[in-house]
Nanobody, 123 residues
């Protein structure tokens, strides 16, 4: 089973961009479906984006579509989330997650989680 370590969370102004990274340990990263979730202040954890093992299939929440991009580099055992045109409502702790079968938007379907990374967007 992989272990996930995230990096890249910062304070950024509205309209800005940043990239989150999630590095995985283990040799089987390329077989995992990967996803990003986020949890804003006082909110439940919500799906943000997901990607298939090959990277050919991606899915996004409507709230981030056309602004965020999920990608992966299997040679580096890393999944990324590029966040553009950030809004104050994007402020949240961002988590990467992994599961071994079927791309899913439900957090309960993922059994491996990163530690979370705070992203704060100021207005």
């Amino acid at each position: 089973q992989v272990q996930l370590v995230e990096s890249g969370g910062v304070l950024v102004q509205a309209g800005g961009s940043l990239r989150l990274s999630c590095a995985a340990s283990g040799r089987t990263f390329s077989t995992y479906f990967m996803a990003w979730f986020r949890q804003g202040p006082g909110k439940e954890r919500e799906f943000t984006a997901a990607i298939s093992p090959s990277g050919r299939t991606t899915v996004y929440a409507d709230s981030v579509k056309d602004r965020f991009t999920i990608s992966r580099d299997n040679a580096k055992n890393t999944v990324y989330l590029q966040l553009n045109s950030l809004k104050p409502e994007d402020t949240a702790v961002y988590y990467c997650a992994a599961r071994s079968i079927v791309l899913s938007q439900r957090s309960n379907d993922y059994n491996v989680w990163g530690q979370g990374n705070q992203v704060t967007v100021s207005s």
